[in-house]
């Protein structure tokens, strides 16, 4: 029996779960679910609520984004967006942990500007744009965040660039991020993330 994903086409964590998932070809059954009502029995294996979740049929769970895209690619990780390098290793979960912790609550506050009317959301977009500064240097060199390659730094963070580029996209290509502004549109162009975005059938 195949491990079963619950999971939301355009939520940024689960679909750095699918990318992942994807390329390792690894087979798992995929179930798209309604943030309005969602199902018991993803309730009952992950009473957090959120998605991704990794059922397994054994009924363990992984329940958070970066575990399924190492359990996925520690079985077949054919492009080596992992690291062999242990300090490498290290320094691309810390930018990943800027991004989850740092970023996607800045995040948050700029596209659900509307809710929190203490600020204008062009102040909620100044307190994210240092990150993106940071991404835009990285990339300035040879296209990539870290390494010279892609790593799962790029595949980790990408998704919640994209969201923050539909925020206001005319804004952000407007913006002086240009390495940025490229790097998004290559991947978001990419067979892969095109695959990993089809809606379900059926």
């Keep these: 029996m195949k491990p079963l994903l619950y999971t939301f086409r355009r939520c940024p964590f689960a679909i750095r779960a699918r990318l992942a998932i994807k390329v390792s070809g690894v087979a798992v059954q995929m179930q798209e679910i309604s943030l309005r009502a969602k199902p018991i029995a993803m309730l009952e294996c992950s009473p957090k609520g959120t998605v991704p979740v990794l059922k397994f049929a054994d009924g363990s769970v992984l329940e958070q984004s970066l575990d399924i895209m190492q359990w996925a690619l520690s079985i077949n990780d054919p492009e080596h967006w992992l690291e062999n390098d242990q300090a490498k290793s290290n ?112």
């Design 91 to 202: 320094a691309v979960m810390s930018l990943i942990q800027k991004n989850d912790e740092s970023f996607k609550p800045a995040l948050d506050l700029y596209k659900y500007a509307v809710r929190f009317p203490e600020h204008s959301e062009a102040y909620y977009r100044e307190q994210a744009e240092p990150f993106l500064a940071d991404l835009n240097t990285r990339l300035s060199k040879n296209g990539y965040l870290m390494h010279g390659r892609c790593t799962l730094a790029d595949m980790a963070i990408f998704p919640f660039i994209r969201q923050f580029c539909n925020v206001n996209p005319d804004w952000f290509y407007a913006s002086s991020y240009s390495h940025l502004i490229a790097w998004l549109d290559r991947l978001i162009s990419s067979q892969l993330f095109q695959d990993v975005m089809q809606k379900e059938s059926g």
